[in-house]
């Protein structure tokens, strides 16, 4: 059984950073791309960053040195680092697998993790 668990979320004032991590089990890790999206409420699903299994990373041109994402497939876990974070940010995170590197048609989600950024 495929299982990604996201952890790290939590409260952080605008300006600050948050580092999330995504662990998967089930699945061999190191086949897979690995996306973070978001969802704030009453928004749609946003695509965030992905990381290919060479360690290329795919992100939106908006998203630009906002985000780091990293690769350890030792230890079947993509961590994001989120820095200058905005309440805009405010989001549920989620991990996905996949594999083309691209910001759709991931196969395996997780939970999520809720990040609140106050102003």
């Known amino acids: 059984q495929v299982q990604l668990v996201e952890s790290g979320g939590g409260l952080v004032q605008a300006g600050g950073s948050l580092g999330l991590a995504c662990v998967a089990s089930?699945?061999?890790?190191?086949?897979?791309?690995i996306g973070w999206f978001r969802q704030a409420p009453g928004k749609e699903r946003e695509f965030v960053l992905a990381?290919?299994?060479?360690?290329?990373?795919i992100y939106p041109e908006s998203l630009k040195g906002h985000f780091r994402i990293s690769r350890d497939n030792s230890k079947n876990t993509v961590w994001l680092q989120m820095n200058m974070l905005k309440p805009e940010d405010t989001a549920v995170y989620y991990c996905?697998?996949?594999?083309?590197?691209?910001?759709?048609?991931?196969?395996?989600w997780g939970q999520g993790t809720q990040v609140t950024v106050s102003s």
């Open positions: 990381i290919s299994v060479a360690g290329s990373t």
């Open positions: 996905a697998a996949g594999v083309r590197p691209t910001a759709t048609g991931y196969a395996y």
């Open positions: 089930g699945v061999d890790f190191d086949h897979y791309v």
